[in-house]
């Protein structure tokens, strides 16, 4: 058994024990579940089972983090034949732990043990799946990019700025304060130009927020945010602009050149089209409407 999905317009195709997501526990998914269709293009197939030992890969080893939610350290690899990453228990030193996924080079197989002998547990599941996706439409110009995304008016306004700094909480107050404003995602939209016009996706990754809609609009602006004790926003220059978006994109793919590359490329078809802004700002209304009028110029209609 296997089942189709598409996100940003790329197709993810699962097998058995992966078939349906949503029963994994990744109910973000659902939205985008469509009909198999064995002749369509698939980017990423998730296969059960591991080629072979990943002692027998001669890993180069590009990055290492903390996946803090599930408790696990990761480890974002490089070998001869494409990228592997393997996720294991904090303060534990036995490979047998290791959730493994890996991803060949011009293939759209991903392979994974974490389903091996178990149910699979929904975070590292969900997890990985976001960075082999990331892998997969990475030579396609399509960016899973770190931010809380809002509709208005046919357009969408990427917020982007670090764990904490507000995301969430200015697209709040734009739902609450500006008339018709609606949010798309809240944490890992996807973004690509589509017919030249650089477009936000939808998808099953929203962190905290359950918001998994499958829709796409025009991206209108993006604003990188900064906490301050006063509100105030002005347009970035290229350069700068490009240096607001780099680190909301995956951090690990940073490490890899031909990965780095591509985001490079991708963000300069994006800005190109499409204005960076730079708001200091308090937790306020008067935040939401100062970065509505700026961008849409038009006064507010108060929701």
Known sequence: MSKDYILAGFR????????????????????FAVDFDEDAR????????LPTAIADYDLHLLH????????HDCFFCRYEGGHLFYMRPQGCNDTLHDTIFIKEFGS??????????????????????????????????????????????GGAVLFLGESGTGKSTHTRLWRENIDGARLLNDDSPIIRCVDGIPTAFGSAWSGKTPCYVNRRFPIKAIVRLSQAPYNKMHRLGTINALGALLPSCPPAFAYDTELQDNICDTLSDVLAAVPVYHLE???????????????????????
């Open 12 to 31: 993810l195709r699962t097998f058995e024990p992966y078939a349906d997501l949503a029963d994994d526990g990744l109910r973000g998914f659902k939205p």
């Open 42 to 49: 698939v980017v990423m197939e998730l296969h059960p089972d």
């Open 281 to 303: 700002c308090l937790p306020d209304a008067d935040a939401a409407r100062l970065s509505y009028s700026t961008i849409f110029g038009t006064e507010t209609s108060e929701a």
């Open 64 to 71: 290492a983090f903390e996946f803090e939610d599930a408790r």
């Open 108 to 153: 759209a197989k991903v392979y994974s043990n974490i389903a091996a002998g178990k149910a699979p547990d929904p975070s590292l599941l969900r997890f990985g799946l976001w960075m082999m996706f990331g892998l997969a439409i990475n030579p396609h110009h399509a960016i899973a990019i770190h931010s809380s995304v809002i509709v208005k008016d």
